[in-house]
């Protein structure tokens, strides 16, 4: 199986950048799509960002589009969310994902095709 780790959560002000990792170990031969989710207390797990094996796709959600950045270094076997003019709503638990198989844009950006999770780091935006 894939192991998966994140780290690069904290505390920042509104308006600052922080980059998150998710370095993955186990079976990392396979082509996996990666993704990032987050989730708020007391709200649904919600789609950020999916990259495919070798990225030259991506794709994001809506209330990040033109913040956030996902990019991979297929050699580190390493994920990276770099997000930037932070916002208070984007505090939350971010998840690192990756999916063995890839399919349309409508289906990964649902956590069904997901099969290995990180444990989350937590991202905390002050106002």
């Known amino acids: 199986q894939v192991q998966l780790v994140e780290s690069g959560g904290g505390l920042v002000q509104a308006g600052g950048s922080l980059r998150l990792s998710c370095a993955a170990s186990?079976?990392?031969?396979?082509?996996?799509?990666m993704g990032w989710f987050r989730q708020a207390p007391g709200k649904e797990r919600e789609f950020v960002a999916t990259?495919?094996?070798?990225?030259?796709?991506?794709y994001y959600g809506d209330s990040v589009k033109g913040r956030f950045t996902i990019s991979r270094d297929g050699a580190k076997n390493t994920v990276y969310l770099q997000m930037n003019s932070l916002k208070p709503e984007d505090t939350a638990v971010y998840y690192c994902?990756?999916?063995?198989?890839?399919?349309?844009?409508?289906?990964?950006?649902?956590?069904?095709?997901?099969?290995?999770w990180g444990q989350g780091t937590q991202v905390t935006v002050s106002s």
């Open positions: 186990g079976r990392t031969s396979s082509r996996y799509a």
């Open positions: 994902a990756a999916a063995e198989r890839s399919g349309s844009i409508t289906i990964m950006i649902t956590v069904r095709p997901y099969g290995y």
């Open positions: 990259i495919n094996w070798s990225g030259s796709s991506t």
